[in-house]
């Protein structure tokens, strides 16, 4: 089993930065690709950003490419989701997800465990 605990999230002025972190706990975590995923109110959950078990490879949504930075900490078992220059459209709860087959997908049916979610607001 794998349990994610994210932290971070906030209220910030467009432009603004947030950083949030996925806190991980679970034997095998280091083999598993993480990743973050986002869903506001009346849409579906959609995919941010994926990083390989070994933080080489990085994957990022259209969306978010250039503006946000996924990385992690293997000896500290965290994730984290660097958000730069945010805008009113990145208002979402955000999730944390483990994907045991460490490929950079973005479907959401691949991620096998899901943190509780943080909620971030951009204000305009």
């Known amino acids: 089993q794998v349990q994610l605990v994210e932290s971070g999230g906030g209220l910030v002025q467009a432009g603004g930065s947030l950083r949030l972190s996925c806190a991980v706990s679970g034997r095998t975590y280091s083999t598993y690709s993480m990743g973050w995923f986002r869903q506001a109110p009346g849409n579906e959950r959609e995919f941010v950003a994926v990083?390989?078990?070994?933080?080489?490879?990085?994957y990022y949504a259209d969306s978010v490419k250039g503006r946000f930075t996924i990385s992690r900490d293997n000896a500290r078992n965290t994730v984290y989701l660097q958000m730069n220059s945010l805008k009113p459209e990145d208002t979402a709860v955000y999730y944390c997800?483990?994907?045991?087959?460490?490929?950079?997908?973005?479907?959401?049916?691949?991620?096998?465990?899901w943190g509780q979610g943080t909620q971030v607001t951009v204000s305009s």
């Open positions: 990083i390989s078990w070994r933080g080489g490879r990085t």
């Open positions: 997800a483990a994907e045991p087959g460490g490929s950079l997908v973005a479907a959401a049916g691949r991620y096998d465990y």
